[in-house]
């Protein structure tokens, strides 16, 4: 269920290079699920602007945007007060039930509360983000960990000016490893090679789509399943235009819609 609304710039700080993190306050009653999105309306500009939620409580929706081309260009000019009109509560989200994401494990609520396997071990999720992938990434980990699931997060980036956010992942308590593809910080190369590295029962990511195939690929490999977040190119946002249409293995699916958010099961990638 999606809802129509105006939204006042609270806040609009560069975070990066040409990364901005913008707080728009109004309705987030229709925001449920870590992995949604809101479309904005930009003056002059036929198309809205997809933008993934970073955050959101009752009264305030954080984003966090890259600028691309005249709409994220227009958007980091604001400088707090102006009115846009927004779309909010688009796409389906993260599931975060793992009797439901792995239904065929066993895996039940231990009496601390957390996600186990019948042998009682913690379930551990990685989080996968590139670039401006990372950040619905963020909400996402804290509902997993208030979920009693271990989460590690692997967010990668070009070079060291254009990474943003690993800070508030570490205060949530999970552990970082950054990539970037110079080499700069972190591991050298892409999310990947790091990932490679670590033991994990499941995986979120959102990214670029090379980084999707990679991830997709090496949980292939592994016998791991996921979740995958595709940010593709929108016409109207809500179901009515076929403008984001994917092949699944169960034939198209318009990514607004029945996703972003796809199972490692279905996409075709
Ligand atoms: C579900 C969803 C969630 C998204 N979440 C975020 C987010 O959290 N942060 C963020 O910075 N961006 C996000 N995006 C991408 C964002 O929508 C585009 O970058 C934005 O619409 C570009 O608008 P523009 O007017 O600045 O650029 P335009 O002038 O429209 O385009 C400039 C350049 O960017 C490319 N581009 C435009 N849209 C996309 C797109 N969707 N994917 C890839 N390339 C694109 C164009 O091909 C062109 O080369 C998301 C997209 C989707 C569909
Ligand atoms: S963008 Fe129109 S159906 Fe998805």
């Not at 009653?29 to 309306?41: A, E, S, T, V, W």
């Not at 602007?49 to 970073?54: K, L, T």
């Not at 102006?82 to 599931?95: A, H, I, K, Q, S």
């Not at 996968?128 to 967010?155: M, W």
Request: negative net charge; proline residues 4%; aromatic residues 10%.
């Amino acid at each position: 269920m999606y809802k129509q609304g105006i939204y006042t710039v609270m806040s609009n700080r560069r975070i990066a290079a040409d990364v901005y993190r913008m707080v728009l306050s109004g309705d987030t009653q229709y925001l449920d699920r870590p992995g949604q999105f809101i479309n904005i309306k930009l003056s002059g500009l036929y198309l809205r602007r997809p933008i993934s939620v970073c955050d959101w409580d009752k009264e305030t929706i954080t984003i966090i945007y890259k600028v691309v081309g005249e709409g994220t260009a227009r958007m980091a000019a604001m400088t707090g007060g102006e009115e846009l009109d927004v779309l909010t509560g688009l796409g389906n989200g993260f599931e975060t039930d793992f009797t439901k994401l792995l239904p065929e494990a066993g895996i039940r609520k231990s009496p601390e509360g957390n996600f186990v396997f019948p042998d009682g071990r913690q379930v551990t999720a990685a989080v996968v983000g590139g670039g401006v992938g990372v950040p619905p990434l963020y909400a996402l980990s804290r509902k997993l960990l208030s979920e009693g699931v271990r989460v590690i997060a692997v967010l990668g980036f070009n070079q060291e000016d254009q990474i943003f956010g690993y800070r508030d992942f570490a205060e949530l308590g999970v552990p970082v490893c950054l990539t970037t593809v110079d080499g700069s910080v972190g591991v050298k190369g892409f999310v990947t090679d790091a990932l490679k590295n670590f033991e994990y029962d499941f995986y979120f990511t959102c990214g670029p789509e090379p980084m999707l195939r990679a991830v997709w690929n090496l949980g292939k490999e592994r016998g791991v399943e996921g979740l995958l977040s595709f940010e593709a190119r929108m016409g109207c946002g809500f179901g009515a235009c076929m403008g984001c249409s994917c092949e699944t293995i169960a034939g198209p699916k318009r990514i607004c819609v029945e996703g972003p958010v796809m199972k490692s099961g279905e996409v075709l990638l």
